[in-house]
């Protein structure tokens, strides 16, 4: 073996371990998926809330009625934390599996002394004005389920308390 053709098999190990090395570093950089989700708060007895994720507080003083626009968070498993704004207590603390690359919306829902959380896939592609669409939940304090109509036009047939439909196509009113 010449002493050029081992200089040059040194030099391509050289290249192809630094080229493993970037395609690693590569990988590990920004490879972490992610997914949106904005909280609505819909809990009628708690004033305001705050709202974690993973022990990070996210969302400080939402208050009824009121949204927080979408905010990134890892994809996958996520532990979820509401508490009371005006003090400690601890009104939900579950697990919750948040898609890469989608958006949700958790709704925060309320029920005698029972704060719930109900978590949506939301579809972020615009609907045009002549078919617009929408989506309901029984966030209401009654166990019974509720039918929505349009007119003459059934929009959902049954949904229960703690349910969300599916999105609904309505025709302009």
């Not at 207590?89 to 958006?103: C, E, N, Y």
Request: include cysteine; hydrophobic fraction near 40%; glycine fraction near 10%.
């Amino acid at each position: 073996m010449t002493r050029g053709t081992s200089n040059t098999r040194v030099a391509e190990k050289t290249v192809l371990v630094l080229a493993a090395l970037l395609t690693l570093a590569a990988a590990g950089c920004g490879s972490e998926e992610v997914g949106e989700v904005r909280v609505v708060h819909l809990g009628l007895r708690t004033h305001s809330v705050d709202v974690g994720f993973d022990g990070e507080r996210r969302v400080d003083g939402l208050s009824f009625l009121g949204s927080s626009g979408y905010l990134e968070a890892l994809a996958g498993d996520l532990r979820l934390r509401v508490v009371s704004h005006e003090g400690s207590t601890v009104l939900v603390d579950k697990d919750l599996s948040l898609a890469s690359g989608g958006a949700s919306t958790l709704f925060l829902t309320e029920d005698k002394d029972k704060f719930t959380a109900l978590l949506a896939s939301d579809e972020r592609t615009p609907a045009s004005a002549a078919s617009p669409r929408l989506r309901f939940i029984n966030a209401g304090v009654s166990t019974a389920a509720v039918a929505l109509k349009s007119g003459s036009t059934t929009l959902v047939s049954s949904l229960g308390r703690g349910a969300i439909s599916s999105y609904v196509t309505v025709k302009e009113v």
